[in-house]
Nanobody, 120 residues
Framework: QVQLVESGGGLVQAGGSLRLSCATS????????MGWYRQAPGKQRELVAR???????NYVDSVKGRFTISRDIAKNTVYLQMNSLKPEDTAVYYC??????????????WGQGTQVTVSS
């Protein structure tokens, strides 16, 4: 059974920083990609950042230059360093992991979500 455990959300003033973490545990063959999505009230969930198994990354335009996604392969953990936070970054942030449970079975898993609130 694969589980994702998120941590690091909270309340911060505009211009501040937060670091999110998501640890993957359980039995699986390999990880294809790890990423962060967010969903603000009344809006659709959007991809914020993703890091592929080879290390390449991509970001939504609105966070480029402010957010950095990274990972610790040994710990199966992905991080999202968020700097220069803006009120419009306020949302519930979800960790997403695309992995192979076995060589033949590919599945996505979601974290429980962590609230990030940026006050103006």
């Amino acid at each position: 059974q694969v589980q994702l455990v998120e941590s690091g959300g909270g309340l911060v003033q505009a211009g501040g920083s937060l670091r999110l973490s998501c640890a993957t545990s359980g039995s699986f063959f390999s990880i294809n990609a790890m990423g962060w999505y967010r969903q603000a009230p009344g809006k659709q969930r959007e991809l914020v950042a993703r890091i592929m198994s080879g290390g390449s990354t991509n970001y939504v335009d609105s966070v480029k230059g402010r957010f950095t996604i990274s990972r610790d392969i040994a710990k199966n953990t992905v991080y999202l360093q968020m700097n220069s936070l803006k009120p419009e970054d306020t949302a519930v942030y979800y960790c997403n992991v695309d992995l192979r449970v076995t060589v033949w079975q590919r599945t996505e898993y979601w974290g429980q979500g962590t609230q990030v609130t940026v006050s103006s």
